[in-house]
């Protein structure tokens, strides 16, 4: 048996214990109220949550115990967690082999629910760590490019096009069962040089801008269910960006790429997606009146993606959060979380752990009660390879597999909303 399998053993053994105790564990009623009934302060919540997720983890300290020596096994051949494993080059890669996954994963409990359960990758993971891809495939029904569909690494040459990192991610989804999401199409950062150093007319950037969407939309015309077609328009005081697109072709880039998006795949769901914007305020404000009015004028839009960065510092009302979702469902629009993360200040430490479970928590029950809110997507995997760290120093934590690919309270805080609502 090769590592690959010695490890896949060890991960059934392990959930299929866990799926028993999970089991006894939802048959608690009473217990249960501590996860879905919110206590009636912020000291008593966390104490709660720390009496909940510390029961959790008693539970299934047999099967922890069971697995263990299948883990040292694999410590011992060199796999550790979700670091990068790679093959001696004088021997073979081990054949691949059909990862089974349990029933009380994300993805199978999402499944009853009919909501896509999501996360945004990044396709060399894919190809060289055999533990990233096995959380993806078991965890997650739908993918979303991190990286590789924005405009600078698509399209790095004016007459040059190249898919070939996008691919791959499509290609990993199509062979798992999974969805993708495009991201994204029209954005203000991450633009190649040679169009932000050009000298352009107006009506140059838009043959640019038109050629891109379509080009893009049609490679992938009948494989990806949603696209992010413009990406933060609205600036943090609720009005529009001033951006490289507004700037060169003023307002009507945010109608023209719907338009031309539609043209391209009229049958993929097309979204304005934004962050900032999830509870009420002046900017939620400015994105459903930017909605409303362009439904009004007729263009393709089929619905609003709430990003949901997040931190313990800051976080939306779960009700406002809800008030949202339902002013877009009156429009006739989906909604989906499409970039979570919540962010903790170090120190982490385990009190800081259980409140993050509680949001995750709040923010999907919101949405799994909203029936306009179809998908539930994470901005990553594994804290390991987060873009927290280097874009808000003093910050990590903030996905719900740590370091090493294994859950942490907010996985299951989130197993548990989903098993019990």
């Given at each position: 048996m090769n590592l690959v399998t010695n490890h896949h053993l060890g991960t059934v053994i392990l959930f299929k214990c866990e799926k028993q105790q999970l089991k006894r564990l939802s048959a608690r009623k009473g217990k249960i109220a501590l996860l879905t009934t919110e206590p009636p302060d912020k000291h008593d919540r966390l104490l709660a949550g720390a009496f909940l997720f510390e029961r959790r983890r008693r539970e299934v300290k047999k099967c922890l115990l069971v697995g263990m020596v299948l883990t040292l096994f694999i410590s011992l051949a060199g796999v550790t967690g979700c670091v990068e494993a790679r093959p001696p080059a004088e021997e073979a890669a081990p054949a691949e082999e059909e990862t089974v996954c349990i029933d009380t994963s994300l993805r199978s409990l999402a499944q009853v629910h009919n909501m896509q359960v999501g996360a945004a990758v990044q396709a060399g993971l894919l190809a060289t760590n055999p533990r990233y891809a096995e959380t993806l495939r078991c965890e997650f029904s739908m993918?979303?490019?991190?990286?590789?569909?924005?405009?600078?690494h698509v399209h790095p040459g004016r007459d040059r096009?190249?898919?070939?990192?996008?691919?791959?991610?499509?290609?990993?989804?199509?062979?798992?069962?999974?969805?993708?999401?495009?991201?994204?199409?029209?954005?203000?950062?991450?633009?190649?040089?040679?169009?932000?150093?050009?000298?352009?007319?107006?009506?140059?950037?838009?043959?640019?801008?038109?050629?891109?969407?379509?080009?893009?939309?049609?490679?992938?015309?009948?494989?990806?269910?949603?696209?992010?077609?413009?990406?933060?328009?609205?600036?943090?005081?609720?009005?529009?960006?001033?951006?490289?697109?507004?700037?060169?072709?003023?307002?009507?880039?945010?109608?023209?790429?719907?338009?031309?998006?539609?043209?391209?795949?009229?049958?993929?769901?097309?979204?304005?997606?934004?962050?900032?914007?999830?509870?009420?305020?002046?900017?939620?404000?400015?994105?459903?009146?930017?909605?409303?009015?362009?439904?009004?004028?007729?263009?393709?839009?089929?619905?609003?993606?709430?990003?949901?960065?997040?931190?313990?510092?800051?976080?939306?009302k779960a009700q406002d959060v809800a008030t949202n979702l339902n002013r877009l469902s009156v429009l006739g629009l989906e909604a989906?979380?499409?970039?979570?993360?919540?962010?903790?200040?170090?120190?982490?430490?385990?009190?800081?752990?259980?409140?993050?479970?509680?949001?995750?928590?709040?923010?999907?029950?919101?949405?799994?009660?909203?029936?306009?809110?179809?998908?539930?997507?994470?901005?990553g995997v594994t804290d390991r390879y987060s873009w927290i760290p280097l874009f808000f120093p003093g910050y990590q934590a903030a996905l719900i597999f740590d370091e090493n690919c294994d859950p942490k309270p907010a996985y299951y805080a989130l197993t548990d909303v989903l098993a019990g609502h």
């Amino acid at each position: 048996m090769n590592l690959v399998t010695n490890h896949h053993l060890g991960t059934v053994i392990l959930f299929k214990c866990e799926k028993q105790q999970l089991k006894r564990l939802s048959a608690r009623k009473g217990k249960i109220a501590l996860l879905t009934t919110e206590p009636p302060d912020k000291h008593d919540r966390l104490l709660a949550g720390a009496f909940l997720f510390e029961r959790r983890r008693r539970e299934v300290k047999k099967c922890l115990l069971v697995g263990m020596v299948l883990t040292l096994f694999i410590s011992l051949a060199g796999v550790t967690g979700c670091v990068e494993a790679r093959p001696p080059a004088e021997e073979a890669a081990p054949a691949e082999e059909e990862t089974v996954c349990i029933d009380t994963s994300l993805r199978s409990l999402a499944q009853v629910h009919n909501m896509q359960v999501g996360a945004a990758v990044q396709a060399g993971l894919l190809a060289t760590n055999p533990r990233y891809a096995e959380t993806l495939r078991c965890e997650f029904s739908m993918l979303v490019p991190e990286n590789a569909m924005k405009f600078e690494h698509v399209h790095p040459g004016r007459d040059r096009y190249d898919f070939s990192t996008a691919d791959a991610i499509v290609d990993f989804a199509e062979a798992n069962g999974m969805q993708v999401r495009g991201h994204t199409l029209v954005w203000h950062s991450q633009l190649p040089d040679w169009l932000t150093e050009g000298n352009w007319t107006r009506d140059e950037l838009i043959k640019i801008l038109q050629e891109h969407i379509m080009t893009v939309v049609g490679h992938y015309q009948g494989r990806i269910v949603a696209w992010d077609v413009v990406n933060e328009a609205v600036d943090d005081g609720g009005s529009l960006r001033d951006t490289f697109w507004l700037q060169g072709i003023g307002e009507d880039y945010i109608k023209l790429a719907f338009c031309w998006a539609h043209e391209a795949d009229p049958e993929a769901l097309l979204f304005y997606n934004d962050y900032g914007g999830e509870g009420l305020e002046p900017k939620s404000d400015t994105i459903y009146e930017l909605i409303q009015s362009l439904l009004d004028e007729g263009v393709p839009i089929h619905g609003v993606g709430l990003q949901m960065h997040l931190s313990l510092d800051s976080y939306p009302k779960a009700q406002d959060v809800a008030t949202n979702l339902n002013r877009l469902s009156v429009l006739g629009l989906e909604a989906h979380i499409t970039e979570m993360d919540v962010r903790i200040q170090q120190p982490v430490t385990e009190e800081k752990l259980n409140e993050q479970a509680y949001v995750y928590r709040d923010i999907l029950q919101v949405c799994l009660s909203a029936q306009n809110c179809k998908a539930f997507v994470l901005w990553g995997v594994t804290d390991r390879y987060s873009w927290i760290p280097l874009f808000f120093p003093g910050y990590q934590a903030a996905l719900i597999f740590d370091e090493n690919c294994d859950p942490k309270p907010a996985y299951y805080a989130l197993t548990d909303v989903l098993a019990g609502h």
